[in-house]
């Protein structure tokens, strides 16, 4: 009985045993799995997490190089279409939205949420929103004489010369490179100011190069071939307007379109819905306009043409939003024609392509802003910004773009002796008299009429090289967004 009692024991000591080992190795494997399972989990919120990241570093990496016109006016647009969702492979993914843009600060938080499976990770970083570089001024001037009032003359001693669509009008010719005078487009002592104009010797069309030894002479390149060659002082040459900068192939579509690179001077002559002709009697409309690259619709296309070839328009002698002048004096006083109802709203823009008169004017030099008992005596160059004008703004001297803001209420006189040289442009109402000669361009943009009554001979030329001139080397503050800036500092955070 003794015996069996004892094996009794043994044999319950050994299941227990065997059942406590067994616990015990279920227990481990339980919590190996367990660890293994928190292990994993972890590993994954870790990787879902370097994903949200490396989101963040591939947004800034292409965002640095987005042109603003490209987003579409918006980062939120540009990111939504190119950054839904970022394949990092093995079903590593982080997707890019924007939380907050806000321009007027010029920043952007981006929130990037990187997913690893089930597992997500969100991290938000603010970055700064990069201005563009400055942009070169350009203008469009739709006559010699435009005004948004009505346009009246009451004197047949007033000339108001446009420009008729022939190579005679377009092509100043029998100029040499050395002489000076006002009739042109430059004096002698502003011989580099030929460089990169396109000029024409006995038939051939060049681009001057390099004007540092003229007057004695003038380096240049024949458009055909590109080969160089140096003219030699007085030589004169036929200076053309503007001319493509890139050959012409034949226009394709139905209508017929073109993308045509052209000089930047052009852009002194033509702006959206201007009429164009190249080379010829073609005739088109310019539908689009990107830097220097114009897209025209043809009604009669062109055939392919070399660079080198002129770009012309019409150019009436007067445009106006109201009525143009009447009379028997008004077909010698404005012998390329008034048109009248032309839509000129938002002038000021359509002019310069700039976004506000302000930005403008706030980006000029202290020295660019003057008043009108500041530019007597002055010699003008460049853009320069009046305000307070006397009302007999008179004996302005120089060239540029002359820009007149006038106070309100207020009508000046554009009077005696002027020799300013380029566009003059008035924000508010003006009359045009006196003994003057303009050479470039007159703009008024004022809700009255421009009344140009005469005390002499008044003559307004209007001279696309004079703009061109006038607008050499100008810039514009650039008021759009150029790309994604730097991170800004303590702004990395998970969500």
Partial sequence: MKHRTEGIA?????????????????????????????????????????????????????????PYSES???????????????????????????????????????QSVGAVGPFRRTVVQEFEIVIGP??????????????VGSIKSS???????????????????????????????????????????????????????????????LSVSRVTDHSPFVLPGATKVGIRGTAIAEDLPSPVGNPPTSTVKVTHGTRTLFGLDSPISIGGNSMGTVVGIDGDEFTIKWSIPPSSQPEGTIVRRDISSGVTMGACPTGTNVSQSFPQGCDAGVDLTSLFYKTFHVASPNLLKDSLPAANRLTGSQVAGRTLSGITWVTNPDNNFRDQTGSGILIIENNPNQTINLNVSNDFIGLIYVIGDANIQGNAQYHGAIIVDG?????????????????????????????????????????????????
């Fill in 72 to 110: 579409d006016g918006s980062f939120t647009n540009w990111i939504a279409e190119n950054f839904a969702t970022l394949d990092m492979g093995d079903g590593v993914t982080a997707t890019i939205s924007v939380v907050d843009e806000d321009e007027d600060a010029n920043r952007i938080t981006v």
């Fill in 134 to 147: 400055p942009l070169p001024l350009s203008a469009t001037v739709p006559g010699a004489l435009t005004s």
């Fill in 10 to 66: 043994i044999v319950l000591v050994i299941v227990i045993a065997a059942v406590t080992m067994l616990t015990a190795l279920f227990t481990s494997a339980a919590l190996s799995v367990a660890s293994r399972g928190s292990a994993s989990s972890d590993r994954n919120s870790t990787q879902a997490l370097l994903a949200a990241d490396s989101g963040l570093k591939t947004l800034k990496a292409r965002g640095a190089t987005i």
């Fill in 447 to 495: 809700e009255a009429t421009v009344d140009t009554s005469v005390q002499g001979t008044t003559d307004i030329h209007y001279d696309p090289l004079h703009l061109m001139r006038a607008l050499a080397g100008l810039t514009v503050p650039n008021p759009d967004p150029g790309g994604l800036g730097q991170a800004l500092n303590n702004t990395w955070r998970i969500r």
């Fill in 155 to 217: 004197s047949g001693a007033a000339r108001v010369y446009g420009k008729p669509n022939t190579d005679a009008a377009w092509t100043t010719t029998q100029i040499p490179i050395i002489e000076k005078s006002k009739t042109t487009y430059r004096d002698a002592t502003a011989c580099d100011a030929l460089t990169d104009d396109y000029i024409e010797v006995a038939g051939v069309v060049y681009v001057a190069t390099d004007s540092s030894t003229c007057p004695a002479n």
